[in-house]
């Protein structure tokens, strides 16, 4: 049964969809290899101001 996302959910997201939901554990996972990888600050850095 599909259910709508709500506050709390984890989904993997791509240019503004929602692709899929993911449970806590593999959201937190996700988020570690990102942050080990260096995907985290390249993506959440303030934009440069011209």
Excluded: C, N, W
């Excluded at 554990?25 to 990888?37: D, G, I, K, V």
């Amino acid at each position: 049964m599909y259910r709508e996302a709500v506050v709390g959910d984890y989904a993997i997201v791509h240019v503004g969809f929602a692709i899929t939901r993911l449970d806590e554990q593999s959201a937190l996972e996700t988020l570690q290899l990102f942050a080990e990888l260096g995907v985290l600050e390249e993506e959440l850095k303030p934009e440069e101001s011209s």
